[in-house]
């Protein structure tokens, strides 16, 4: 009740809650786009590496495809991306205004490392068919840093608005006295930096390998859905304990530079020593805990490795200033499923190693594959999962102590962004979905060429082709799957 | 030190309205281009042209709202919040027209091309027009520190003028540029349906440009007398001379150097935009000093910028130069492997 009433009385601008739906909306969307951003061009750099140090013609062909997938994945990022950096603008003018110059060169960064990241991009996936293979490779292999640098940009950005520093405020409130460096390496950002871009890596490796593996699923069991899924599996549960111990650290920096946000993700009321640990339960707003299971100590010697461990609660700051119990059962919640998905994860990982171990082979039973399906999926849920509990367990700071949310917004009236909601939903679903159609059109495609020539395999000769180089004629495996079907682009062609 | 970063964010803008522009123009003469049947072939050249580089053109356009709210965050802060509604109509077209574009290249059917197509065009028009709105709003000073958004900010003579200005100038770039892509593609009937394009489109600038300069007189002032006075109208005579020699050269056929003198004039309009408007960034509300932001974040954005130059330029020079080279293809079906499926037309 406490807080309600405290935030009633603050009485948010009509304006905040259709800007909030429309960020977190927004960027909801495009973080399901950012692994692969991030980590796709690596993992298919890895295969790439593999087709030309062996002469292997089906890393190829899963190189290739995975690139024709990247060209539209990209492009999609690139614009919703795009539309974040507007909004910054069109919803949060006051916190550009005032905290622009202090905390924006982290953005200038990430500008020119996607720049970079994009020239680079286009030349390898424009680069298949006409550039020295190992040329084409070693223009590549900057890619990834870029991608690192990039992600460098915007979490040094985000962990600003966490654990803003490198300023001071002169008599009206104004940040003077900015020191970039400090205002770049704030305290939280190193912990945030490494668990978000090995989740990056861990979500995409576990997509890209469910596809196969759902392929393994319904029988298609040859090299090509073998290489496919065993490579990106492998980088992805080698990862996996990684990113296990990235996170504890991660909470445990959270439990140091943001208590309170680290009392609402555990929804610690009352700051003691001795505290529990709740899986999932939700905070009541008079500080009592429905469901959930609790575990005694546990939560004091998660955050400092005893049970005597001091966890400040929520209630250390007045109602005002710290997440109201919706919002810490939210976050609580997030946190929650992200941690428990991430612990299943790592028994799927363990289980792949241990076939290996023993048996230098794939685990054979179904179920393994079925999970595996399903963990790149998963993971996306956690990326989400991570980001809700990040940015709803910091409300009601925009910058954390520094500028509220509402204090941001723009002064725009509620229906005309409540309008912009609406338009954008719908934009965004046609898009997303229009995307997926696409890619899963694709995948028809080169299953129906590859069942069509695994049936022709036999009357043809081997493999006579070569891989790489511009192909004067149509493939004689594809043209003799489906006639007259695929399109080739010739220069004058009917396209 | 604010002074520099203004520049910075001049030449940025030039950039995106030269590299950008060139796109949203072919996104133009896809709009243009008639039915399925008889577009075809311009289509074609549209999407085999742009592929490899657009989105590398897109990004200038982060870069300028970055270096924006990063050295003057007032000023961001002000025009975000006066031009709300063409900002962000821009920012769904500029969602529609990316996603229509991706999208419109793996598609094979006829139907599922049209409407992806339609999204490209439609808002390659739209997109252009709105940030040219809001420059023409910006130029002939509604956007003050605190204004609030409201329809007249970019609903006003100044703004619409300045929209369809940059249209136009997209479609005579855009077209510029596809005359020389339709030589390097082999596509010898493209280069005159494009050459006879540009010109119009350059008529279309040029008149106006003629209109502009009654409507503009008294309404922005302060911009008008810097654009017919001092280095704003030396940069503005010098464009019109890059402008005319484009006209020349492509009469001539000489599509190399047309597209050098096409970007020369554009960028060399931003440009005497940039001088015109001195030292406001905001005329004549606020200047560039008094919108700067800390001085320090300032020296560290310059050295950022110079770091980024020295790794960007050579990749960006090199991907310009393998495009122009004709090295940069688009992966086919044979290359993936890929077969017909039930239901494709094309």
Known sequence: MLSTAALLANNPPDQLLPARELMAFTLASHILLVPFGVALPSITLLMHHRALRRNDAV?????????????????????????LSFELGLLWPGMMGRWGDVFGLGFGVEAWAFFLEAVLIAIYLYGWRRLKPWTHFWLAVPLPLAALMGAFGIIAANSWMNTPQGFSLDAHGNPVHVDVRQAVFT???????????????????????????????RGRRDRYHRLGFTLPFTVAAILTPVQFMLGDSAARAVFHKQPVKFAATEIVWKTDTHVPEYMFGRLNSDG??????????????????????????LTSVPAADRPTAVQATIAHWAFDIMVTIGSVLILLALWYAWSWWRHRDLPRSRWFFRC???????????????????????????????????????????????????????????????????????RTRWRIADEGSAATRAALPPETDTPYGPRSEPDPAAAGAAPGGGSDHTPGGAS | MADLIAWVMVLA?????????????????????????????????????MAPVWEVNNVWLI??????????????????????????????????RGAGFALRMPARRLAQRRIYGAMFAVSSLLTPFFLGAVLGGIASGRVEVGTTAAADAWANGTSVLAGLLAVAATAFLGAVFLCSDARR??????????????????????????????????????????????????????????????????LRRSFGWSRCTSVASVALTVGAW????????????????????????????????????????????????????????????????????PGDNL
């Open chain 1, 59 to 83: 890393a190829l062909t899963l190189a290739r495809r995975w690139s024709a997938v990247m060209a539209v994945q990209f492009a999609i990022g690139v614009v919703t991306g795009t539309v």
């Open chain 2, 63 to 96: 870069f300028v709202l970055v270096i924006m709210w990063t050295g003057f965050p007032t000023m961001f802060q002000a025009v975000f919040s006066a031009m709300w509604l063409p900002l962000a109509l821009a920012a769904i077209g500029l969602v529609l």
């Open chain 1, 372 to 442: 595996a399906a399903v963990a790149g999926v998963a993971c996306l849920v956690t990326v989400e999962c991570g980001w809700i509990t990040t940015e709803v367990g910091r409300q009601p700071w925009i910058v954390y102590n520094h500028m509220r949310v509402s204090e941001a917004v723009t002064s725009t009236r509620a229906g005309s962004l409540w309008a912009m909601l609406g338009i954008v939903v719908v934009v965004y679903v046609a898009v997303f979905g229009a995307f997926l159609a696409v890619v899963l059109k694709m």
């Open chain 1, 187 to 217: 305290p939280i950002f190193g912990p945030e930096y490494w668990h978000f871009v090995v989740a990056m890596f861990l979500t995409a490796g576990y997509l890209v390998a469910g596809v196969y593996a759902v392929g393994w699923l």
């Open chain 2, 274 to 341: 940039g001088f015109a408007q001195r030292p406001y960034v905001l005329p004549t509300s606020l200047t560039v000093a008094e919108a700067a932001g800390a001085a320090h974040t300032l020296r560290w954005l310059v050295i950022v910028t110079v770091v980024a130059i020295v790794l960007v330029g050579p990749a960006v020079v090199l991907l310009y130069r393998l495009d122009t080279m004709g090295e940069l293809e688009e992966l086919t079906d044979a290359d993936t492997g890929a077969a017909g499926a």
């Open chain 2, 185 to 250: 593609f082999g596509a010898d009937d493209l280069v005159d349906y494009f050459r006879v394009r540009a010109l119009l489109a350059f008529a279309v600038v040029a008149v106006l440009a003629l209109i502009g300069l009654p409507v503009t007189h008294s309404d922005a002032r302060y911009v008008w007398e810097g654009l017919t006075g001092g280095l704003g109208l030396l940069l503005v005579l010098l464009a019109a001379v890059c402008g005319l020699a484009t006209v020349l050269l492509l």
């Open chain 1, 288 to 313: 009592t805990i429905s469901g959930g299971l609790k575990i005694p100590q546990l939560d004091s010697i998660l955050a400092g490795f005893k049970p005597s461990t001091r966890v400040t609660g």
């Open chain 2, 13 to 49: 803008i030039a950039a995106y309205a030269c590299a950008g522009g060139t796109d949203y123009g072919a996104g133009f003469w896809d709009l243009v281009a008639g039915g399925a049947e008889r577009g075809k072939r311009p289509r074609w050249l549209i999407d085999h042209a």
